[in-house]
């Protein structure tokens, strides 16, 4: 197993990033926090115009037919240039469509995705924000050939420049940890829909959406009836390892923003990178953010590859949203005071990467999963020995 990208991926992330370095300048991400679109519709059109939307999904409906390690690294440029534009939202709506959704679906969305003639976005989390099954109440009932909506749903990504929205609903009383959930598919214009925008810690488009008896067609519904939760949870699964990437080029430039800074800065009498704890920070820095890339770069080859990967994701995640944060931190800390002026450039890389690691799950969800696969396999496990053999 090689996890590292190949020659050809590496050819596409750096393409990748001499465009976002000429056209994403910090300033677009700045405007784009007072622009009620949310999104950066010149720099969308221009990502279209490369092919960018399509790039992993399959060749029969105008994608690239790439694996989604290929998906990640773009967004991981994205995420270096906290590019303003619903990419990961979309694309993590549009995997579950390719995924799950019938013919008709993938003939009606996938092309449109890929032209970017078409943005999406996801809605799972309610009241209960972790990405449980047991925590979905919004509900859903059947009513002849339609599908009658009633519940909130926040933190829903880009929904002001969404046209659909994947989302999970509650279509049954539940007879284990999984059943009774729907995946389907909310046209974001529907009558009964109500929007509420957040202000959130990345100034991003972020919203609490209302559901009063909405209406659609069972056509809709990804898969079954009662029986999405499956597909819910490859849709978070995939979502949250291309987030991961998002996360880590976005901590990598701030991480190489504060070694350029402390070569630069002068402090009682020569650079602050003469100092040998200034030293040992930009190494953890860099350590930190390579685990997590690492880690990441195994995740999203396990989803191509066909084998288990839940584990992986979790992993992933978890390590992420600790030592990315820790990075961003250590970044503020060598800037000093200058680093928390909401001005400077770099509190724009501070603020994104910590929303982001609060979304699609925390450290403690993501570490309660590893655990319940290691406690959930027999005989020993690295972390000692089972439940069995310890009783």
Not at 230 to 259: H, N, W, Y
Not at 307 to 323: G, H, I, M, R
Not at 374 to 387: K, S
Request: proline share 4%.
């Amino acid at each position: 197993m090689n996890v590292l990208p190949t020659e050809e991926e590496l050819m596409v992330k750096n393409a990748a990033r001499e465009f976002l370095d000429g056209e994403c300048p910090p300033g677009l991400a700045r405007a784009i926090e007072q622009d009620v679109r949310g999104y950066s519709v010149e720099l969308w059109e221009q990502m279209a115009s490369l092919g960018w939307f399509g790039i992993s999904l399959p060749e029969a409906y105008g994608g690239g037919g790439l694996p989604v390690t290929y998906l990640g690294l773009l967004l991981e440029e994205c995420g270096r240039a906290i590019a303003p534009v619903p990419f990961h939202s979309t694309a993590t709506a549009a995997l579950a469509v390719v995924n799950h959704g019938s013919d008709e679906q993938k003939q009606s969305i996938l092309p449109r995705v890929a032209r970017g003639d078409l943005i999406m976005t996801w809605a799972i989390p309610e009241r209960d924000p972790r990405l449980r099954a047991d925590a979905i109440q919004c509900r859903g009932e059947v009513d002849g050939d339609s599908l009658v909506i009633n519940g909130i749903k926040h933190f829903v990504d880009n929904f002001a420049a969404a046209e659909l929205v994947v989302m999970a609903l509650r279509t049954a009383a539940p007879t284990d940890d999984s059943a009774g959930i729907t995946l389907a598919i909310v046209p974001a214009n529907s009558a009964g829909i109500t929007e509420t925008r957040l202000t959130t810690l990345a100034k991003d488009s972020q919203s609490k959406i209302a559901l009063d008896n909405v209406r659609i067609p069972l056509s809709n519904v990804i898969g079954e009836v009662n029986a999405g939760w499956p597909a819910t949870s490859e849709m978070l699964d995939t979502g949250t390892a291309l987030l991961c990437a998002q996360i880590i080029g976005a901590a990598r430039k701030d991480a190489e923003m504060a070694i350029e800074y402390a070569k630069n800065r002068v402090a009682f009498g020569r650079p602050l990178a003469g100092f040998q704890s200034i030293q040992h920070l930009c190494a953890d820095m860099i350590v930190w953010v390579d685990g997590a890339q690492l880690l990441t770069y195994e995740a999203l080859w396990k989803l191509d590859a066909g084998l288990p990967y839940s584990v992986e994701v979790s992993q992933a995640k978890a390590f992420t949203n600790d030592k990315c944060q820790a990075t961003v931190r250590s970044s503020q800390q060598i800037h000093g005071g200058i680093g928390f002026m909401m001005e400077f450039d770099l509190h724009l890389w501070y603020r994104r990467v910590t929303a982001w690691t609060m979304r699609m799950g925390t450290s403690f969800e993501h570490r309660a999963r590893v655990a319940r696969s290691l406690l959930a396999q027999p005989g020993r496990v690295r972390l000692g020995m089972n439940i069995e053999a310890v009783a």
